[in-house]
């Protein structure tokens, strides 16, 4: 039976030196459900340490968890990546972690702190994850639809890392699943703004670094379950499955 489902898709935790330190993976559960979201995706600046800690939190609740990614193109544009398994996950991480150059200096960049479901910190990550890896736009989308996950343009409104920022355009030939707007504006404005796009499916998210930012931005989709499968169908307005884009 279809739903709504309210689906924050852009959410980090403390593993990105740019979240705030209390983004650590209870945290993120605990204020995911007080918003009333039924599906978030997890998704650190070009690593995945802590997915699994808030995937073994979510067991149980009402609140599905898409293990994801936001990774940094060479282009310096930010894509989305959301599976439904943490192993397609991870195998992306393998191939973003050989094209990841560079050293954290926490000093300038900040933490990035792998916290457990036990609200233990593990450890640090030392890479730049702040950083661009090597790989085109192109190549990423590619790796990202191998793999079975949903490529999604990051805030593309927003005037820095998005493909508009630093391309100023958006190739059609681009196999984006779909294109996110911030907060920041909503999905109707964004229409109007970008009526050249009119193709993509368009969702709205948070990108929270703070945990009040949770929610802040969702997308409601009418779907039968929280899954990749469901989603690319509402993304592409199949068999009753859409993004709400007003009230």
Do not use: W
């Amino acid at each position: 039976m279809l739903r709504a489902f309210r689906c924050d898709l852009h959410i980090h935790t403390c593993l990105s030196p740019c979240a705030d330190l209390d983004m650590y993976p209870r945290a993120l559960i605990e204020k995911s459900i007080t918003e009333k979201l039924d599906m978030i995706a997890v998704c650190d600046h070009n690593a995945s340490e802590n997915v699994e800690f808030v995937l073994n939190l979510a067991k149980g609740k009402q609140l599905t968890v898409l293990p994801g990614m936001e990774i940094s193109s060479l282009e310096e544009v930010h894509v989305l990546a959301l599976f439904d398994n943490l192993p397609d996950l991870l195998k992306l991480q393998t191939i973003v972690y050989e094209h990841l150059p560079g050293k954290n200096q926490e000093d300038i960049f900040g933490y990035q702190v792998i916290v457990n479901d036990h609200d233990e910190v593990e450890g640090m990550n030392e890479r730049l994850l702040i950083g661009a890896t090597n790989l085109p736009i192109h190549d990423i989308i590619d790796e990202i639809h191998l793999l079975g996950g949903l490529a999604v343009a990051s805030h593309i409104d927003r005037p820095s890392y998005s493909i508009l920022s630093q391309l100023g355009f958006i190739d059609p030939e681009t196999p984006f699943d779909a294109l996110e707007i911030s907060a920041a504006i909503d999905i109707r404005s964004a229409r109007r703004q970008y009526p050249d796009l009119s193709t993509y499916a368009f969702i709205k998210s948070s990108d929270a670094h703070f945990i009040s930012d949770i929610g802040r931005g969702f997308s409601t989709m009418i779907m039968e379950a929280g899954n990749v499968h469901e989603l690319k169908m509402a993304f592409e307005k199949r068999d009753g499955r859409y993004v709400k884009e007003g009230d």
